[in-house]
């Protein structure tokens, strides 16, 4: 070997040994033959040749329309007025269609109601239209029949129990459609023995009784939160499920606005014994338990009443007993309360949630006495929005079970999984000879009854509605019906042997009842294409009619209140109805199910709240299966330690635990409907004198949030109403040594900011859910929820301050703050999230690679990544999609744009107009549904713009400051109050 | 089998297949169709409509100045002349039937990009953009089929050069490159 081989570097023997080398191709040569090696070699060519003839496109097919209507260019959105069917409050909408199929609902802001604002409900509801599991075709005894057959059989059933002198019942939900009511008026004098009863699993009916006894009226007044200065209720969690939170919301949000704007506070207490969504957002919670309100209540009246100088006609409330069950550590508070009460007279609001009717008659008196009718209690502006008489039921189910019942017609409810257990409804129906359901979904009524008949979903119909005396809302269908459905209106219409559709109906209802009204429109057609364009017509009274206030009523209400005793020391059962699903009608909504409760932050189930002090009085863990027994029932369901709930009460959400729901929501949590039980002349919800029983068994709670506390970080800051003028002290400035990779980028043209004001926030989480139908998010399901891999883009971050029994709860909205020197740009070695010129954060979903890196930089954890190709093989349901926004695949990182779509569509129409953008002109989708407007978002770099204005708030903060991410989110504190 | 015989009939396999299956209409290069040209249901020709009768491109695609897509005439557009010209067509015969028998008419996409990239055709038209920037001489084609690559260098090259001195657009108006103008 020369010295060159010597210094050659070699990788294999066949290099410095020739001989080997040869030695070895001989070998090789010796075999002419093909061995397994070349064999492949050949194959692995011919495949690679072969299949690059094959690279090509898949062929793309384009479908146009044979006739295309004038108005329509596809690719465009067409918008109509219509109205949410989410629940009765009857919220006005827009419904975005787009080539032919509704994509997003969004709330109407000339709809004097909701006024823009429109919730997670009513948001998500839209998806049931595209419901692969809804009933798409009549059907008898489980099997499909036509229309025809099921109208001549249920005529000839009907005329026949019309000789058997045999009652037709009307089972509905809530009907605040005018026009329904009046086919039904016409239905029932077809059929003379015929009955109509509204049915709601949670009723007013206790209010409505008791303005029927002390104003001779019985009703549901309006309430106006707009001209409060002081709120008290009684667990009415009137921002989050009762009556019409959206509208309620709008008006307690713009007025605590307006009072800040006078450095006033808007004072909230909130008297309730399990941590309500309403009860978060009180200035001050107090806390009792539910059999303690008659108490308070009575408190509150006697030392109003002194004070007005009532007490001579009320000789009881002077020395009565009842008031023994007020807490002594309460006493002072309630008085400096009725002193502020008594000094905001027609300022002032008291609500209690009780379903008895005495407990109401004495809320009706504490309003009387404090001049509230007319001011914030409107009576000529009645509400509508919960119809429901339970004794009626009751009555009904007696009737049932004595055969005097011949037909029952189920509307809009779904008795067999809401009726108390023990009022055997299963059984009732047995007796019915004739039973129809016009369910849209398969539930557990459906399954009993003989003929389904079902309605359209309320997207796909003509329908109207008067959620307040006066004021008429209206339905428009915004895509074909998607099965062989039918109105509900046009069944009852065909069963009265009439063939009119019931939009024909509805027309000339509103031609003949409604127009003569009103006198701006001279004719009915121009009236009515002015309501179809506004989609509502505002003809309330504003004139209050005199009314005469029963005292009498109120004595002896007070009397039979001071008889009951509260029976404090034992354990007591409250049940309420579900922030997302309400009381079951949504457990089949993916949407809902995943929507976290606005406190707990628990989504997928429902559980027992406990109040700390009894979980470590019974060692209860939190996620232990607790067994709960009373009167021989018994429950096994989870616990949740939720800080501020009472000690003695246990609560939980109904809605839940569905045998007969769907694909998503059957089986989903536990049912407490058999727990709730018909007590005098009403549903109870509450159940005293519970057994506790813990359990050796734990559930995972699949939890939005798991971090609870602050830490004392500077995250969500607070000021109070002194010091909000003072300059800021709370941000503390930096000195930047450390380097930055960028020196300040510039935004010439615009620069995309956000403000949210905490102080308007109350945490309901619309918002959530707007973005998700916005942006086509996948939901998840309970399993990878509980691994943290949910994929909101928006979440509201729930904190807790002081103390353990009864802490403050504050909300902050927590979505891609867009930062301007993103820590999570620096990370990604792809360049697949950059800054844009306009101060957006860009998110490139065909550049990503997924290392999660910039998920794992980003310090306010709003990234999320794309673990699985989520399904999306229900066609069906896939129609809801937006066809603006890319649906990511697997592998891919994705977080909040700001809508970038919405952004984009708005300058190229500014761009095609050659105007400057407007302000406001730009909505995100969480700040066109945030019904409390929090939200705010715009282009900073115009000075006349309200997020300019909105960034030199004195409020303003932004969180992490101190890592100089520069974020473009502005928050704004939340203004603490200190009153009572 | 011998080596050799193997080797040489492996590659003569390879190329009678590729002989045999390559078309080049759907290949050229992996993700770039540039003259892709398919089969049509209907034998249109633009050269016809557009070049011999001079027919504006916008009076078919009527979508292009107000929506994303330029859209494919609807059936009633065909019919607003075809009602009395070359009405015995066997071509035209099949516009007919469709509007009869009320199915619609499946077209296959000749320029087409992919689902992430949002293009608008309205701004692009209402910036004076002409078709045959992106479309080629399609007044030229019997069968049309693409004509340019329309990947995204080929987008981006035309928004660095034209600069909103050349659109003549008003002041502050910019031709942007950012990401998300396309993607989102």
Redesign the interface.
């Known amino acids: 070997m020369d010295k060159k081989q010597e210094n050659r570097y070699w990788t294999k023997l066949e290099e410095v040994e020739p001989e080997v080398n040869d030695a070895l191709q001989n070998s090789e040569k010796s075999t002419?033959?093909?061995n397994r090696r070349?064999?492949l070699e050949?194959l692995t060519?011919?495949f690679a040749?072969?299949s690059?003839?094959?690279?090509?496109?898949p062929?793309?097919?384009?479908?146009?329309?044979?006739?295309?209507p004038e108005y329509h260019?596809?690719?465009?959105s067409l918008w109509y007025a219509s109205t949410c069917g989410g629940c009765p409050a009857a919220c006005g909408t827009l419904v975005k269609v787009r080539d032919g199929r509704p994509i997003k609902l969004e709330g109407n802001p000339d709809h004097p109601l909701n006024q823009g604002g429109l919730c997670a409900i009513g948001q998500a509801s839209l998806l049931g239209v595209y419901d692969s599991q809804r009933l798409k075709q009549p059907m008898k005894k489980g099997q499909p029949v036509d229309w025809q057959t099921i109208d001549a059989e249920i005529t000839t059933q009907f005329q026949k129990l019309v000789r058997a002198k045999k009652k037709i019942v009307l089972l509905t939900g809530t009907i605040h459609s005018p026009s329904t009511r009046a086919i039904i008026d016409e239905f029932l004098r077809t059929y003379p023995l015929a009955e109509h009863l509204s049915y709601e699993p949670v009723s007013l009916t206790a209010i409505r009784r008791a303005h029927e006894k002390t104003h001779g009226k019985a009703l549901i007044p309006a309430y106006r939160f707009d001209r409060t200065r002081v709120i008290v209720s009684f667990d009415a969690d009137f921002l989050g499920t009762w009556l019409s939170p959206v509208e309620f919301t709008r008006q307690y949000a713009s007025q605590r606005a307006r009072l800040l704007e006078e450095r006033k506070p808007l004072l909230h207490v909130q008297l309730e014994a399990r941590v309500s969504l309403t009860g978060s957002n009180a200035d001050k919670r107090m806390i009792i338990s539910p059999d303690q309100q008659k108490a308070y209540l009575l408190w509150l009246s006697k030392w109003l009443a002194q004070k007005a100088g009532q007490t001579t006609w009320l000789g009881t409330l002077a020395n009565q007993q009842g008031l023994e069950g007020v807490q002594s550590e309460h006493l002072r508070e309630l008085e400096k309360l009725a002193d502020i009460l008594w000094t905001n007279r027609g300022k002032s609001l008291v609500l209690s949630s009780a379903s008895d009717e005495n407990s109401q008659v004495v809320v009706n008196f504490i309003n009387q006495l404090l001049g509230n009718y007319h001011r914030t209690i409107l009576l000529s502006h009645a509400s509508q929005q919960n119809q429901s008489d339970d004794l009626a039921i009751k009555n009904l189910l007696d009737e049932m079970k004595g055969g005097q019942v011949g037909a029952l017609l189920i509307y809009d409810c779904n008795p067999v999984f809401t009726l108390p257990e023990e009022l055997n409804f299963m059984e009732a129906l047995k007796g019915v000879e004739v039973t129809v359901d016009f369910n849209q979904f398969d539930d557990e009524t459906t399954e009993l009854v003989q003929y389904l008949c079902p309605d359209h979903h309320y997207i796909e119909t003509w329908n109207d509605a008067e959620p307040q005396v006066g004021f008429y809302s209206l339905f428009q269908p915004t895509i074909r019906p998607l099965g062989n459905t039918r109105a509900f209106q046009e069944s009852l219409l065909r069963w009265m042997g009439r063939n009119d559709t019931y939009y024909q109906y509805l027309k000339k209802y509103w031609q003949k009842n409604i127009f003569p009204k009103q006198s701006r429109f001279l004719t009915s057609l121009k009236f009515w294409e002015k309501a179809l364009l506004d989609g509502f017509v505002d003809l309330r009274q504003n004139r209050e009619t005199a009314y005469v206030f029963s005292q009498k009523a109120v004595k002896s209400a007070i009397e039979k209140l001071a008889e009951i005793k509260s029976n404090s020391g034992a354990f007591s059962l409250e049940i309420h109805p579900s922030h997302a699903v309400r009381d079951g009608a949504y457990t089949n909504n993916p949407y809902l199910l995943e929507f976290p409760d606005p406190v707990s932050k628990v989504c997928w189930t429902n559980y027992v709240s406990v109040a700390p002090r009894t979980a470590q009085q019974l060692n209860i863990k939190d996620g232990q299966y607790l067994q709960i027994t009373w009167q021989g029932k018994t429950l096994e369901v989870p616990a949740r330690i939720q800080p501020g709930q009472q000690a003695g009460t246990f609560s939980i959400a109904m809605g839940f635990g569905r045998k007969r729901a769907g694909t998503f929501g059957t089986g989903v949590g536990v049912n407490v409907f058999p727990f709730t039980t018909f007590k005098d002349d009403h549903f109870e919800f509450i159940c005293q004198e519970i057994q506790v029983q813990p359990l050796n068994r734990f559930k995972k709670f699949a939890l939005i949030q798991t971090e609870d506390l602050l830490h004392n970080r500077p995250i969500l800051l607070e000021t109070t109403l002194a010091e909000i003028d003072k300059a800021d002290h709370t941000v503390q400035e930096h000195n930047y040594d450390a380097m930055v990779i960028w020196h300040g980028h510039k935004f010439e043209?615009h620069k995309w900011e956000m403000a949210i004001d905490l102080n308007k926030c109350i945490g309901c989480g619309a918002c959530i859910v707007a973005c998700e139908v916005e942006n086509n998010i996948p939901v998840v399901g309970e399993e990878e929820v509980h691994r943290r891999r949910e994929m909101h883009w928006m979440r509201i971050d729930r904190y807790y301050k002081g103390e353990l029994e009864n802490p403050r709860i504050l909300y902050q909205p927590m979505l891609c703050q867009q930062c301007d020197n993103a820590s999570c740009e620096s990370v990604c070695p792809v360049l697949a999230t950059?800054q844009?010129?306009?101060g957006?954060n860009?998110q490139?979903?065909?550049?990503c690679v997924g290392t999660r890196f910039c998920a794992n930089n980003c310090p306010y954890k709003v990234r999320r990544f794309n673990w699985f190709d989520y399904p999306h093989n229900d066609l069906s349901a896939n129609l809801i999609l937006n066809p603006?926004?890319?649906?990511r695949s697997r592998g891919v990182m994705e977080k909040c744009?700001f809508c970038?779509?919405r952004i984009?569509a708005v300058k190229?129409k500014a761009?095609?107009e050659?105007r400057?953008i407007r302000d406001q002109e730009i909505q995100t989708a969480c700040q066109q549904s945030c019904p409390a407007d929090a939200i705010v978002f715009g282009d900073a770099n115009d000075p006349d713009s309200q997020i300019a204005k909105l960034k030199e708030n004195s409020r303003k903060f932004k969180v992490l400051e101190e890592l100089y991410v520069k974020p473009s989110v502005t928050y704004l504190k939340k203004v603490e109050t200190h009153d009572v | 089998m011998d080596i050799k015989t193997g080797w040489f009939l492996s590659i003569v396999v390879t190329i009678l297949v590729i002989l045999i299956y390559y078309n080049p209409d759907n290949y050229k290069f992996i993700n770039n169709q540039q003259g892709y040209k398919p089969d049509q249901p209907i034998a249109f020709s633009h050269r016809v409509h557009a070049k011999d009768n001079a027919i504006p491109c916008l009076y078919c695609h009527f979508a292009a100045e107000e929506s994303r897509h330029a859209g494919i005439p609807s059936a009633n557009v065909c019919m607003n002349c075809h009602r009395e010209i070359k009405k015995d067509s066997p071509e035209i015969q099949k516009i007919v039937k469709a509007i009869k028998t009320n199915t619609p008419i499946v077209w296959t996409k000749v320029n087409s990009i992919p689902d992430f990239v949002y293009f608008n055709h309205s701004i692009h038209i209402n910036r004076n953009i002409k078709c045959e920037k992106c479309h080629g001489d399609v007044a030229s084609m019997d069968k049309v089929y693409r004509a340019n690559k329309l990947g995204m260098g080929w987008c981006i090259s035309c928004h660095r050069e034209y600069t909103h001195k050349v659109l003549k657009l008003e002041p502050g108006s910019q031709v942007l490159v950012d990401c998300s103008v396309c993607h989102y």
Do not use: H, W
């Open positions: 002419t033959r093909m070349t064999f050949l060519l011919s040749a072969t690059c003839t094959k690279f090509r496109k062929v793309q097919k384009i479908v146009p329309l044979l006739n295309k260019a596809p690719g465009t043209k950059i844009s010129s306009e957006l860009m490139i979903y065909n550049r603006d926004v890319t649906v744009t970038v779509q984009e190229i761009k095609k050659r400057p």
